[in-house]
């Protein structure tokens, strides 16, 4: 009787051919798990710019220049403006906007702060600083002026683009208008539009 030490190369084959199979089938199942992480992404990135879009959009609309106040300031990752007063607030009179990009975690975030223009007490939750999309590549505000000949103090569209860490990017567009006509209220405490 001989004394058998090893494998056979049929066992080895074997061995090789199963190995394989099973790696490709991980292969398989960690790239679906990696899809299905950046269509999350994606989603999560579309659903806050589509969450935030009205109410930021109705407040940039509503982007004033009341008497004595420069005008508004736009420079890529941070823009000043003032904006009519929201319903929530009306006795405060018109409020200073300020909005940064910011970078934290991941990415970069777009923040918020209010500040009553003449000074009186909004409360510290809506003068706080308040997150309004965050987790994006990218984040930058723009504003284009109207032309020469236009008069007008404000920019003819204020766009904020947002660059996802994966997907299409998005963009909220605004036009601000001289004079509002009160479709929509922004609210600052629960950031949203009230008719």
């Known amino acids: 009787m001989s004394d058998q030490r090893g494998f056979t190369l049929v066992e080895m084959l074997v061995a090789l ?3 394989g199979l099973l790696l490709a089938a991980l292969s398989s199942v960690v790239a679906g798990l990696s899809q299905d992480l950046h269509r999350s992404d ?3 990135a579309a659903s ?3 969450t935030i879009a009205p109410a930021l959009k109705a407040l940039l609309e509503n982007t004033v220049v009341p008497d004595g106040d420069s005008k508004p ?3 890529g990752d941070h823009a000043q403006l003032t904006v009519a007063p929201p319903q929530a607030v009306a ?3 018109p409020l200073h906007l300020e909005l940064n990009v910011e970078k934290r975690g991941k990415g970069e ?3 918020a702060t209010f500040q009553s223009r003449e000074g009186r007490p909004l409360g510290q939750f809506i003068s706080a600083p308040r997150v309004l999309a965050e987790g994006f590549e ?3 505000i723009s504003a284009s002026s109207p032309p020469s000949a236009d008069a007008r103090p404000l920019p003819a569209l204020i766009t904020i683009s947002f660059e996802p860490l994966s997907g299409p990017s998005f963009e909220i567009v605004a036009e601000p ?3 509002s006509d009160g479709a929509c209220h922004f609210d600052p405490i629960s950031m949203s539009c009230r008719a």
């Open 48 to 50: 806050q710019v589509e």
């Open 138 to 140: 990218h984040i930058e």
């Open 42 to 44: 994606s989603q999560q």
């Open 17 to 19: 051919v199963v190995g």
């Open 73 to 75: 300031v736009f420079a």
């Open 109 to 111: 975030a777009l923040l």
């Open 91 to 93: 006795s405060a009179g």
């Open 177 to 179: 208008r001289l004079s």
